[in-house]
């Protein structure tokens, strides 16, 4: 339901809204989903995107959000994505 209500919202207010209802779902399987809103050009879907991890304890999540955030370019998303960092759940993905 979250990926069909994410791909669906065309506007980036709409997918900041579903981007936070994943972060609070923190479900792993929606890692797929959640890819393409790294690269989009509104800073606050891609801090959203960072956020939406902040639950999940797959190391592909600690992958993904190192992986963007060394690209990442604005000081914004770079500072939400180090928070989000800073919140995950410690876990066998590696989070301290």
């Known amino acids: 339901m979250l990926t069909d209500n994410l791909q669906k919202a065309a506007k980036p207010r709409d997918q900041v809204v579903t981007l936070g209802a994943i972060s609070n779902y923190g ?4 890692l797929d989903a959640v890819t393409p809103y790294f ?10 995107a960072y956020g939406s ?3 999940m ?7 993904m959000l190192t992986t963007h955030y060394e690209s990442e ?6 500072a939400a994505a180090a928070k ?5 759940i410690p876990s066998a993905a590696g989070v301290a």
């Open 39 to 48: 690269t989009v050009p509104d800073e606050k879907v891609r801090a959203a």
């Open 84 to 88: 989000t960092r800073s919140q995950m």
């Open 27 to 30: 479900g792993e399987d929606l």
């Open 73 to 78: 370019e604005s000081p914004k998303v770079r």
């Open 53 to 55: 991890l902040r639950h």
């Open 57 to 63: 304890e797959d190391s592909r999540a600690v992958e």
